[in-house]
């Protein structure tokens, strides 16, 4: 049924391949700015070849309350 063929889903279709993205060095605004434009609530961290990381919506608010 439904559940059995959901279940058989692979990540590849369901993942979203054109992500913002950011260097280390870039500043608090330059993050903001790819966290809006791409509409996904994070930026990774790196480069394609090379993710060091992702960044959230949340954390940025988490660092802003501390």
């Known amino acids: 049924g439904t559940l059995g063929r959901s279940l058989l889903t692979k990540a590849k279709d369901l993942m979203i391949t054109e992500v913002p993205m950011v260097q280390p060095e870039d500043g608090l605004h330059e993050v903001l700015l790819r966290i809006s434009e791409g509409r996904l609530g994070l ?24």
């Open 43 to 66: 930026v990774v961290v790196g480069t394609p070849s090379d993710v060091q990381g992702v960044i959230t919506d949340g954390d940025i608010r988490r660092a802003m309350a501390s």
